[in-house]
């Protein structure tokens, strides 16, 4: 039975699809469909109509960021060698003198600390091809290398060969061209796609034993390089973790001494596909007795092809995870003086991409942007009522005296505020129950919380139950990968402001025994390791208690970095 994919098919399509389905199976008789009876045909269907809604959920409202993607590689091409004789005065019968044809480009892969998203990358890749050869001994140049740039912190693998989404490579490219043709329209079809004759000499080349030995040979080899790649890709496909810079390349910084003209080395990065073998100049098969005057070239090799998987883990030093509508968004704008561009609205599920920012510590362990919010003066509410506030404030000419962002950097320079220490902290997704079985867009959300250093619940302390929150949030994390929520550090109870807002003192207890019941709470269930969280409750709408968070959160992250430079020292040593 064919299988129908539907990896090109657009997202209309298949939710139509997807509905008239449904709708059929739920008014046949019988039992109705569960997870346990579904085919192997359905379930695949069912993934790819999840993943492409995932995809493009995660699309709307303008967003640009992707962390997942399907790359199409494909290295450049050998140049053509060349059928020539050298011709001079007095010298009318000259030796062969055609040149070899230029290896195809290569195609590297290179992690950049600028790169944010997949969104830059491109879905397919080609690179440039081998120049030809020419007379007098001249031979085509190599090709360029392509160097394909990704965010760092990038995870490619290859796709196997029974992979429905990967392409095929240059072999069986070359195999379908011939699936339709007989032996003998086979052979031509090869001679015109291999050979390269003297004008007017090709059925005088075919005849003769010379060129029959060299058919011959170029066959094997092209039978011994065709074995050899089905040998790599059924012993070890290509895996890399790009999770920090490759060092720089031995000659890469010149000396000031160094003469004019001394070409500098750059990093290419990793090596994904090689580039095509160059065709033969026909002074190659020259030979004194057999054949002193070949008139016949060979063209070059298609080159290598790979279908690679793209996919961006985030590297932010701290990742926030929480339910969806817990006031992640508002903390990390507290958190970055709103330097952050998250969107913060009443609903849930408002983030649906990662946003990373950067956190910048002072001397008195407060963050350095954004200081004024421990006094209550920044307010950071919605972003629609932010952005109505700003167009009302820009029409009445509120802006008109007020200080530039340079003008605020003096100041603080002159207050002696000076940067000691900083770190990333990332707002990723609201995670609901069931996630680490990729329910709603679990499977996304959670890849961005897999290289935080140190992970921070969030919880909505103004909810009924924010223990119970908790306890989701740390099941999801071991579901989806295990140990994984060892790397919790803290529990911060959000919206604290909401709790008794009017003063009432019955209120104000009530939040108290609640905030102490969500203590013995994560004293008695989320303790690991002999090491306790700790809890603080914050505001993060009225920047109230942040303080404390930035200076805990400095000490988790300096632990954290220590015990990596600890563990990748001690790895080198050993290898």
């Known amino acids: 039975m064919r299988t129908i994919s539907l990896a090109h098919f657009s997202v209309s399509c298949i939710r139509r699809y997807a509905t008239t389905a449904s709708h059929v199976r739920s008014n046949l008789p019988g039992p109705t469909p569960t997870k346990e009876n579904l085919t192997l045909e359905e379930s695949e269907r069912d993934a790819l109509f999840r993943k492409r809604k995932t995809e493009w959920k995660r699309r709307q409202r303008g967003e640009t960021f992707l962390d997942h993607l399907i790359v199409h590689v494909r290295a450049g091409r050998g140049g053509d060698g060349c059928v020539a004789f050298h011709r001079e005065k007095f010298k009318p019968h000259g030796p062969p003198s055609g040149g070899n044809g230029g290896r195809g480009g290569d195609v590297y892969i290179l992690p950049d600390q600028h790169l944010t998203t997949l969104s830059s990358v491109p879905s397919r890749v ?3 091809a081998g120049g030809n050869g020419m007379g007098t ?3 085509g140049r190599a090709g360029e290398p392509v160097i394909l740039r990704v965010p760092l912190g990038t995870v490619v693998r290859e796709l196997p060969r029974d992979d429905p989404r990967r392409m095929p490579d240059e072999w069986e490219a070359d195999e379908k061209t011939y699936a339709e043709l007989d032996k003998d329209e086979r052979r031509q079809h090869w001679r015109e796609r291999r050979w390269v004759h003297y004008p007017t000499y090709e059925d005088d080349n075919t005849a003769r034993s010379a060129f029959k030995q060299a058919e011959w040979d170029i066959w094997r080899a092209e039978c011994e390089m065709r074995a050899t790649r089905r040998r790599r890709d059924a012993s070890s496909l ?8 490759p060092p720089s390349a031995p000659g890469a910084m010149r000396s000031i001494d160094a ?7 750059r990093q290419c990065g990793t090596l994904i596909a090689s580039g095509g073998a160059p065709g033969y100049g026909n002074p190659h098969f020259q030979s004194s007795s057999t ?28 990742g926030l995870v929480g339910a969806p509508n817990a006031g992640k968004s508002t903390l990390l704008r507290a958190l970055t003086g709103g330097r952050a561009r998250s969107t913060v609205a009443g609903y849930a599920f408002t983030t649906l991409n990662p946003v990373v920012g950067v956190v910048r510590v002072a001397e008195d362990g407060w963050s350095l942007v954004g200081a004024a919010g421990e006094d209550g003066s920044a307010v950071y509410d919605e972003t629609i009522v932010e952005r109505e506030r700003e167009r009302e404030l820009m029409e009445s000419g509120a802006y008109a005296n007020a200080p530039t962002r340079n003008q605020r950097s003096r100041e603080w320079d002159m207050q002696k505020h000076t940067e000691t220490f900083r770190f990333t902290i990332a707002d990723n997704p609201g995670l609901i129950e069931d996630a680490s079985e990729n329910v709603g867009l679990g499977h996304s959300f959670l890849r961005s919380m897999e290289r935080s250093l140190a992970l921070v619940y969030v919880v909505d302390l103004s909810g009924p139950e924010p223990w119970n929150d908790l306890w989701m949030l740390r099941e999801e994390l071991e579901k989806y990968k295990d140990g994984m929520s060892r790397r919790a550090r803290m529990v911060i109870a959000n919206k604290a402001d909401l709790l008794a807002s009017d003063g009432d003192p019955e209120e104000v207890q009530l939040a108290r025994a609640k905030l102490a019941r969500l203590e013995e709470f994560v004293k008695d269930k989320m303790g690991c390791d002999g090491r306790m969280l700790d809890v603080v409750p914050t505001s993060g709408k009225y920047s109230q208690n942040l303080r404390s968070v930035v200076q805990k959160l400095r000490t988790y992250v300096e632990e954290a970095r220590l015990t990596s430079q600890t563990t990748t020292i001690s790895n080198i040593l050993q290898s």
Do not use: I
């Open 238 to 245: 290509l895996f890399l973790d790009l999770d920090r810079l």
């Open 291 to 318: 054949n002193p005057s070949p008139k016949f070239a060979t063209r070059g090799y298609e080159g290598e092809r790979v279908t690679l998987e793209l996919e961006l883990k985030l590297l932010a030093d701290v």
């Open 126 to 128: 080609r690179g440039n």
């Open 137 to 139: 001994w001249q031979h």
């Open 259 to 265: 003469p004019l003209g001394t070409p500098r080395v």
